[in-house]
């Protein structure tokens, strides 16, 4: 093969990654600032391992299409069975960099990768991001507040609930994205008002300098070793976090999303055996070592294991009889200034691109078991999380009248755990 | 809330009226505050606690907690806690704030007075924090007993109990105990010990029949402060349990800003509840006050 300035940058930015003396959003930056498109820097992160360099071959595939939106198109399309005809995505470009504008709600750069999707976004059309540093930390409700008050955003980021909520209320557009087929039923609405773009599930953050015996599933928490180590993320019937710790022990003991009784009932249990602790599983009372197994989302858990950088030493694991997980949805508003750039936006967010550096940013994206089947999810990477297959078993939880009948059993059983 | 005029105040009946009425416009803002902050809410309450929060029917549902044995725990438990961290904030406050004054140095009363004022006020998240450190599962006090051969937890002792919480109060109890004993063990003029001594009387004599007399409705008085203090603490409580030790106030926390467990009305209940003990309390400390009050005024 011919010497090629592009590919040998490309080589010298993948080995330093590989090495460890770049992290993953600094070689992506790399990429981006190379003038590659989206899918093909995404062909290049998944050859990319810890444990190979990519093959010229891969390399060449992907630098071999110019980086131009046509070009972005073309290959997007390639990529995916379901992805929109290239004509259709090329005129939405085309439509969306008419508009000019994009205006996002409830999109804050420092949560699950952000930063690194809009570097994305601006690198491959150039269109101008806005709101973000008004409206960036908006929780749903404001968000909804401001679509339906200011009629300025575009697009949000919005817990389940809230999805549901702005479609009742008109407030949503439907719009379904090229990858829609691939995104689980139960996922998406299916008018299209809302679709999941990622999700957490609920995880062990476990202490293994203070806990010497392995943390694999529910009933292993009852061990009497584990006298005052086991703690939940706060009160689970104020935070979110905890109620579904609770929710998802019913997994495994005969319950689930239809049921959480057996998920209290279990927490009694614990609570009984001297093993749940009062103190909160926050990052303090882990890194100090006050709660020496941690129940709660696995990015959270991922994130204090990465502060703790070893002291203490934290494993992350998704216990084997499965957890909950929770998803967040994207939005279009009804009345979207730019309704192009809003469109344009879903198809950037559920590429394979966007969806691994959602990965990169511990959340799961809303195609991870779809992205894992292809062997698109770079092996660095995967080091880094709990492993795949533990996902199996993790159960999505989007019917909010679910999440209102188990709030209510839990308001009368939670006082049994805590009175009794 | 009425301006009284003492009889001390009164020249002709016509200047006492106007300076009366003068005494009532002063006394104003403090009425507004109180009725704003103290009246109107606990009106309120008052309603709320008997009517539906949806239909807004008048009914005693609100109260039917007072049958159901588990949600009375809360009060159980707060009764206790306040009890204990009463009974051991009394007895080593008072001994402290006694050692304080027979020391007759300026120096080291001035000391503990200021040391007492910033660990009276010392309390919330913060405490529970500096607590977890030193006495949690993995504090290190808890840590360095360990390595003494004194196993806390495996003793089946939890920061996070009604026990655990009750070392947490006594931290501000104490020294408000010191804070408000001192005074009165201060006024105890030494001419009446001289005067009794003068008379014959032993030292368990006087004790008993001048300074624990005197004394006495100070100290119970202290102690109704206290208690109810402890009974209305949240935040530390909060802080430190995240709601696994139901308290009272923490219950009424959740009813009204949990997601799950929203039932303000219930909350309203709770809280006449509450109020009912604090004002026993307080009203309680008024009343020994101002007998008190005769004898201990400089």
Known sequence: MAYDPLLARIDQLSGAFNAGQIDRRQFLKGLVGLGLSLPAISVIVAACST????????????????????????????????????????????????????????????????????????????????GTATEGEYSSGQELDSIKNTGKPDVGDVGIAFAVQAKQQGLSAPYKNSHWDDIPDNAKDADGYWCCNYWGAQAFAVNTDAVKIPINDWKDLLDPSLKNAVGIDGDPTKANDSFFAVWSAAIANGGGVDNIQPGIDFMNKLQQSGNLTAARASDANIISGEVKIAIKWDYLGLAVRDKAAGAPNITVTIPSSGSLASPYADIIAAKAPHPNAAKLWQELIYSDAAQLLFLGGYAHPIRYNVLNAAGLIPAGLAAKLPSADLYKNVTLVTDITKITAAQAVLGTGWKIVINS | MSATTPASFAGTPAAAKRRGGRAAITLLPFAVLISLFLVAPTLSLIWGSFHDNKTGVFTFENYSYLQHPLDLVPFKNSLELSLASTVVGGLVGLLIAQAIVSSRRPIIQEIATTFSSVAANFAGVPLAFAFIATLGANGLLTRQLLNAGVDLYGGGFKLYSVLGLT??????????????????LQAMKPAWREAAEILGASRWQY???????????????????????????????????????????????????????????????LAIGLAVIMVVCIGGRAILERRSARWLAR
């Open chain 1, 51 to 130: 444990a190979a360099t990519p093959s010229p071959a891969a390399l060449a595939s992907a630098t071999a299409v110019p980086a131009t939106a046509s070009a972005a198109a073309a290959s997007l399309a390639a990529m995916s069975p379901t992805a929109m005809a290239t004509a259709d995505l090329t005129a939405l470009i085309a439509a969306a960099k008419a508009e000019g504008d994009i205006y996002q709600t409830g999109i804050p750069p420092e949560w699950v990768n952000y930063q690194a999707i809009f570097d994305l976004w601006k690198q491959d059309y150039g269109i101008p991001i806005d």
């Open chain 2, 207 to 269: 004790l008993r029949s001048v300074a624990i007399p005197i004394l006495m409705t100070p100290f119970i008085s202290s102690l109704l402060l206290l208690y109810a203090n402890a009974f209305g603490a949240y935040a530390t409580a909060y802080g430190l349990t995240d709601g696994f030790v139901a308290l009272v106030p923490i219950q009424i926390s959740n009813l009204i800003n949990g997601d799950i467990s929203f039932d303000p009305g219930q909350a309203d209940a």
């Open chain 2, 167 to 184: 070392i947490v109060y006594a931290y501000w109890e104490i020294p408000l105990m010191v804070l408000v004993m001192l005074p009165p």
